[in-house]
Nanobody, 124 residues
Framework: QVQLVESGGGSAQAGGSLRLSCAAS????????MGWFRQAPGKEREGVAY????????YLIDSVKGRFTISQDNAKNTMYLQMDNLKPEDTAMYYC?????????????????WGQGTQVTVSS
């Protein structure tokens, strides 16, 4: 079992920054493949950023490359999503997800464990 708790969401102006945190507990943190997903009203949940292979590799979708950074602190069992130069289209509920796996997992249905979500709202 893995428990995930997100924090750090909120409101920002376009061009601003927010940092999301995802604290993990339960299973061995370093053996998890993890990701950040987001879901806007009326839209499907989409993957945004991933960290895998023991934390040594990262992948971000094209629309956030150069603006978002995914990282993790193994000592704190916490994953972060630093979001800079935010755009109104980044507005969504953001979720972190984890799966006992070392590989890159892109789809939501590949993850077993989810946090409760944290809202990000970006105004123009």
């Amino acid at each position: 079992q893995v428990q995930l708790v997100e924090s750090g969401g909120g409101s920002a102006q376009a061009g601003g920054s927010l940092r999301l945190s995802c604290a993990a507990s339960g299973n061995t943190y370093s053996r998890l493949s993890m990701g950040w997903f987001r879901q806007a009203p009326g839209k499907e949940r989409e993957g945004v950023a991933y960290i895998y292979d023991g934390g040594g590799r990262r992948y971000l979708i094209d629309s956030v490359k150069g603006r978002f950074t995914i990282s993790q602190d193994n000592a704190k069992n916490t994953m972060y999503l630093q979001m800079d130069n935010l755009k109104p289209e980044d507005t969504a509920m953001y979720y972190c997800a984890a799966e006992p796996n070392r590989w890159l997992l892109l789809r939501p249905d590949q993850y077993t464990y989810w946090g409760q979500g944290t809202q990000v709202t970006v105004s123009s």
